[in-house]
């Protein structure tokens, strides 16, 4: 979805589906809460400027990343028409960032196959902060704005007849 210039938040905004009548969970990690912040900053702004209004937005937090599946699960479970779930791994020196990254992007995947309600993957897994701080309101735009598209794009899937 982003432009060949790589800033994520440029999009056609006349292509994007009616959202006032979708409801939506967005459930944010607390770990790396700079880049959280942004992220759900940039997801809750679009929702809001393609018609979805602040009742219709939910928002939980949780201590991790990996805690995202968890809570999108029980998102799922609150009426809502899509859930984005928002994160940030940043490479360490260990392996642990080998292992979050691939346990949550298989939980998300999981709840996307095993569940009716789609969970919008909004997790960065970036080398270094600056990459992080890049793609979350810096010079690429802000994944969070990708992010609340694809939910609005996905719940207006789900609920055609």
């Known amino acids: 979805m982003a432009t060949a210039n790589n800033n994520l938040s440029e999009y056609d905004k006349t292509s994007i589906p009616d959202a ?13 809460d700079t880049i959280t912040e942004g992220l759900y900053n940039g997801a809750y702004n679009t929702l809001i400027e393609h018609g979805v209004d602040e009742s ?5 937090d949780v201590p991790g990343s990996f805690e995202l599946i ?34 949550v992007t298989q939980g998300i995947k999981d709840l996307n ?4 309600v789609p969970v919008i993957f909004c997790v960065l897994t970036d080398n270094n902060q600056q990459q992080s701080i890049d793609r979350s309101g810096g010079i690429h735009g802000n994944k969070g ?17």
Not at 20 to 32: A, K, L, M, P
Not at 113 to 116: A, F, K, T, W
């Open 70 to 103: 968890y809570g999108s699960k029980k998102m799922q479970e609150q009426m809502v028409d899509a859930v984005i779930a928002i994160g940030c791994v940043i490479q360490g020196e260990t392996k642990h960032f080998d292992f979050v990254c691939e346990g």
């Open 20 to 32: 006032s009548n979708y409801r939506f969970g967005i459930v944010v990690s607390e770990w790396n």
């Open 145 to 161: 704005t990708e992010a609340a598209v694809a939910a609005i794009k996905m719940a207006e899937l789900r609920n055609k007849s």
């Open 56 to 60: 219709s937005i939910k928002r939980w």
């Open 113 to 116: 196959v095993i569940n009716d």
